[in-house]
């Protein structure tokens, strides 16, 4: 199956909402929000979360299927002291894997945008403890444990634990992927 990795934008509000609403439905541990809040957000808000994926200093990706469906999302900001952040990480049943490769897919788009948004080279997330197959994706990506762990929001007794993925220097990658010359044809004699 063909995947594109595309930016979210505030156009793009009804499939955000739709992905956003599966990903809490089906891994509700992973995120500091509940079905339940976010099934009672209007559209107003829903339009906010889409165009604030575009905004500087932040940024979204879904990855697209052939057919339009969202089959992923990630997405990552700039904190003003602790540097970029991967947050809303996603990818619906049945396109999880490494032989799928979407949650790969995303974070390449991540960690170009984070080469060129920010200053030092590293890449900063909080997984929820019990989530091991997230800690093991990110294990296999270069991300390392830093030792520190934070509350979770939804349930204090339990931890999300910090990982850290460290780039020699900040990488540079192209704004867009660049693509071969067309074909030069020789004019009419």
């Known amino acids: 199956m063909d995947v594109r990795v595309v930016a979210i934008g505030e156009e793009d509000w009804r499939a955000y909402r739709a992905v956003r609403l599966e990903?809490?439905?089906?891994?509700?541990?992973?995120?500091?929000?509940?079905?339940?809040?976010?099934?009672?957000?209007?559209?107003?808000?829903?339009?906010?979360?889409?165009?604030?994926?575009a905004t500087p200093g932040n940024a979204g990706w879904a990855a697209v299927a052939e057919d339009g469906r969202w089959l992923g999302t990630m997405s990552a900001f700039v904190h003003p002291v602790e540097g970029p952040f991967l947050v809303s990480v996603f990818v619906a049943p049945g396109h999880r894997g490494r032989a799928a490769g979407v949650?790969?897919?995303l974070l390449d788009a991540a960690v170009a945008w984070v080469g060129r948004q920010a200053e030092r080279g590293t890449l900063l997330l909080h997984v929820h403890e019990d989530n091991t197959r997230a800690r093991a994706f990110y294990r296999r990506r270069g991300f390392v444990d830093t030792g520190l762990r934070v509350p979770y929001s939804?349930?204090?007794?339990?931890?999300?634990?910090?990982?850290?993925?460290?780039?020699?220097?900040?990488?540079?990658?192209?704004?867009?992927?660049?693509?071969p010359a067309a074909p030069s044809f020789p004019g009419p004699p």
Do not use: I, N, Y
């Open 23 to 53: 990903m809490l439905a089906d891994t509700p541990l992973a995120f500091g929000e509940t079905l339940e809040h976010a099934l009672a957000l209007d559209d107003a808000e829903w339009r906010f979360r889409a165009r604030r994926c």
């Open 103 to 105: 949650a790969d897919a």
């Open 154 to 179: 939804l349930d204090e007794t339990t931890d999300e634990v910090e990982m850290c993925l460290t780039f020699p220097a900040a990488p540079q990658f192209p704004a867009a992927p660049s693509f």
